[in-house]
């Protein structure tokens, strides 16, 4: 049974950053595909991004450039590292562990998830 935590999250200004984390227990993340997903209010859960088992990262175009997501596979932990945040950012980011890297940007390509992290971009 693979568990996912993430943290990080909060209240931020448009144009600052964050970075959030997502630790696994149950299984290393080195033999896993990672995605980070969000969720806005009254929204479906949205593809963010993507890390291969073997390190290919792949990103929404709406997050492209802005956000960087990386892996340290000796604590056991992704980051998504987000710069440039918009209020169109704001929801609540989810991590999730998979096998499929051709669904890497739909849920259905992941099999467990985290609880999530509320992210808000306000003024």
């Known amino acids: 049974q693979v568990q996912l935590v993430e943290s990080g999250g909060g209240l931020v200004q448009p144009g600052g950053s964050l970075r959030l984390s997502c630790a696994a227990s149950?299984?290393?993340?080195?033999?896993?595909?990672i995605g980070w997903f969000r969720q806005a209010p009254g929204k479906e859960r949205e593809f963010v991004a993507a890390?291969?088992?073997?390190?290919?990262?792949y990103y929404a175009d709406s997050v492209k450039g802005r956000f960087t997501i990386s892996r340290d596979n000796a604590k056991n932990t992704v980051y998504l590292q987000m710069n440039s945040l918009k209020p169109e950012d704001t929801a609540v980011y989810y991590c999730?562990?998979?096998?499929?890297?051709?669904?890497?940007?739909?849920?259905?390509?992941?099999?467990?998830w985290g609880q999530g992290t509320q992210v808000t971009v306000s003024s």
């Open positions: 999730a562990t998979g096998y499929n890297w051709a669904r890497r940007d739909t849920t259905t390509g992941f099999n467990y």
């Open positions: 149950g299984r290393t993340f080195s033999s896993v595909n």
């Open positions: 890390m291969s088992w073997s390190g290919f990262t």
